[in-house]
T-cell receptor, first 111, second 112 residues
Framework: GQNIDQPTEMTATEGAIVQINCTYQ??????LFWYQQHAGEAPTFLSY??LDGLEEKGRFSSFLSRSKGYSYLLLKELQMKDSASYLC????????????WGAGTKLIIKP | NAGVTQTPKFRVLKTGQSMTLLCAQD?????MYWYRQDPGMGLRLIHY???????AKGEVPDGYNVSRLKKQNFLLGLESAAPSQTSVYFC???????????FGPGTRLTVT
């Protein structure tokens, strides 16, 4: 089967750093997405990793290890507006144009 | 560009009623998707389309039908609504040269 695991909920403090993990078991792998979703809104694109390593984009970075089936999203200098759900999704060549989605991690930022 | 739009934004149906949700995109994207999102379950794919005139079943297609007569529009139909179809419905589109999904704002459907 195909499976993506993320923690259900995490709490962090404003100004701190938080790492949200995602592990996947899929038949094939083309790339991994991270999306952000604020409550009551649509998901918005954060990052897409195809190759191993860390990709940095401002306060957000995403890491991928294909051999371990593992990714993380790193958020630095946390702001209250970062309170949202973070969705991990995998695209495989076997998925016929579909993304395989994790259930999402709800991140709560405290002052 | 309006991007991806969904109509309506909210709807309340009685059990057994029918309705159609409209998704429209003005980005000339090839692929379009309908998802439902329920608390704690993430996004589940209902149906998708890889081009005008084509549709395919996703993970949870029962109770839904779709049509893509025009490239820019993807319609989701509920023929006989059930309380289990209470959910938030998202449409997404993808260009042919990318895998990034662009989402509409969602439709919040309640079936009583």
């Amino acid at each position: 089967g195909q499976n993506i695991d993320q923690p259900t909920e995490m709490t962090a403090t404003e100004g701190a750093i938080v790492q949200i993990n995602c592990t996947y078991q899929t038949s094939g792998f083309n790339g991994l997405f991270w999306y952000q979703q604020h409550a009551g809104e649509a998901p918005t694109f954060l990052s897409y990793n195809v190759l191993d390593g860390l990709e940095e984009k401002g306060r957000f970075s995403s890491f991928l290890s294909r051999s371990k089936g593992y990714s993380y999203l790193l958020l630095k200098e946390l702001q209250m507006k970062d309170s949202a759900s973070y969705l991990c999704a995998v695209f495989t060549e076997n998925s016929n144009y579909q993304l395989i989605w994790g259930a999402g991690t709800k991140l709560i930022i405290k002052p | 560009n309006a991007g991806v739009t969904q109509t309506p934004k909210f709807r309340v149906l009685k059990t057994g009623q029918s309705m159609t949700l409209l998704c429209a995109q003005d980005m000339n994207h090839e692929y379009m998707y309908w998802y439902r999102q329920d608390p704690g379950m993430g996004l589940r794919l209902i149906h998708y389309s890889v081009g005008e005139g084509t549709t395919a079943k996703g993970e949870v297609p029962d109770g839904y039908n779709v049509s893509r007569l025009k490239k820019q529009n993807f319609l989701l139909g509920l023929e006989s609504a059930a309380p289990s179809q209470t959910s938030v419905y998202f449409c997404a589109s993808v260009p042919s040269d990318s895998y990034e999904q662009y989402f509409g704002p969602g439709t919040r459907l309640t079936v009583t």
